[in-house]
């Protein structure tokens, strides 16, 4: 996987910091390092911020974060300075476009609504496969909110029964853990062994 990076002055959802964010992968498929500063319309600011992300049985977790400041800027490290950085969005974005990624480089995408009978769906291995491509796709980064919704449109299907395939998906590990009270997850051991 090739660095990824936001576009310039993107504004993180719920913050009031814009970023310029890249993520890049290390020799360790488990192990992410990402960088972050306000962006350019926010000059003013001289603070930057770079860590490491790993994948954990938990999912994926921030183990290293480091704050800098240019020593002749107006910022320094203080507590103000350190609430303002925000560490759970940064975490959320690397986790979507890690996961968006996968799902773009894994061969066999989904089509855009797949052809499911009526009745009852078999849960196969292939099948579940495809939801997940089809959930991570549509829970990437820069996606819009409803992606459950939009799924039921696709599939022809009420969007209870999206939640329990992605649900489902989880269990057989083809979806990894999400974020509590976000939509979106990280691929699961068996998209990852397919890579």
Known sequence: M??????????????????????????SPDHFT??????????DRSWRIHGDVYRTGHGLMVKRVEVDTDPAGPDEVTGTLMRQIPIGTILDYVRGRVSATLAEDLPGAPAAALAVSAGRTAMTDD??????LAYLRETAPGQPQGATRRLAEAYGRPEQTIRTWVARARKEGWLGPSAKGRAGAEPGPRLRAEQ
Do not use: H, N, W, Y
């Not at 090739?2 to 020799?27: F, N």
């Not at 990402?34 to 319309?41: C, L, S, T, V």
């Open 2 to 27: 090739t660095a990824a990076k936001t576009p310039p002055g993107l504004q993180l959802p719920g913050t009031q910091v814009r970023l310029s964010l890249d993520i890049s992968e290390t020799e």
């Open 34 to 43: 990402f960088a972050a500063r306000p962006a350019a319309k926010e000059a």
């Open 127 to 132: 099948f579940l496969r495809d939801v997940s």
